[in-house]
């Protein structure tokens, strides 16, 4: 019988990262591991797998791995739609040392979820990454007639620097309804005539 019902049983469940330079392929697990394998006999590279998370029941990594400048980056949603506090997450690729950004924290009510299956979006240009997030819940000092869905960076464009320090977010001005209302899908990088870079999401 299936626990939830976005996942039947466990397994790779985010797209893959080829990194070159290392010649291996870095694959998050359900259970909270990155692997990486060696793209030749496909073995599992010495130090690897990294647990970036140990609650697997309520985080998962939904999208693909971005590989940028040595270190992967990737953002988590919820496992069976469950309440959480969703992260972008940073493993560095030659020592395995894992750093987050929390989207909402659980003072704010936790939630947030990166659902995009394309990952996080980078700009070369500006040095940035960029993620969508999901609604926050209601909790802590998010409640009651006080409660707001893009409360910390919920239902937001976030712009984040390699250290994951946030450099800029967007909310839609025009949506306040509490109807869990998530970005989805992944932010697109691109360029468009006299504008310049943009980024967009939906």
């Not at 797998?49 to 939904?62: G, I, K, T």
Request: proline share 4%; net charge neutral; with cysteine.
């Amino acid at each position: 019988e299936r626990v939830c019902q976005q996942i039947d049983g466990y397994g790779v469940t985010g797209t893959p990262a080829i990194d070159l330079a290392t010649h291996a392929i870095y694959v998050p697990d359900a259970f909270g591991r990155i692997h990486a394998l060696d793209l030749a006999t496909g073995a599992e590279r010495p130090g690897w797998p990294v647990a970036v998370y140990s609650d697997f029941r309520r985080e998962l990594v939904w999208g693909a791995i971005t590989d940028v400048d040595g270190s992967l980056y990737f953002g988590t949603g919820s496992y069976c739609d469950r309440k959480m506090v969703a992260k972008v997450y940073r493993v560095g690729i030659a020592n395995g040392a894992v750093s987050q950004w929390e989207v909402v924290p659980k003072r704010l009510g936790g939630g947030g979820g990166v659902w995009g299956w394309g990952g996080l979006a980078y700009s070369a240009a500006r040095d940035s990454l960029y993620a969508v997030t999901g609604n926050a819940f209601e909790g802590g000092l998010n409640r009651g007639k006080r409660f707001r869905e893009d409360a910390g960076y919920g239902e937001r464009l976030v712009e984040l620097g390699p250290d994951l320090r946030v450099r800029g977010s967007s909310h839609p001005r025009d949506i306040h309804r509490k109807d869990d209302l998530d970005f989805v899908g992944s932010p697109v990088v691109f360029q468009h005539g006299p504008c310049g870079e943009l980024a967009a999401a939906l």
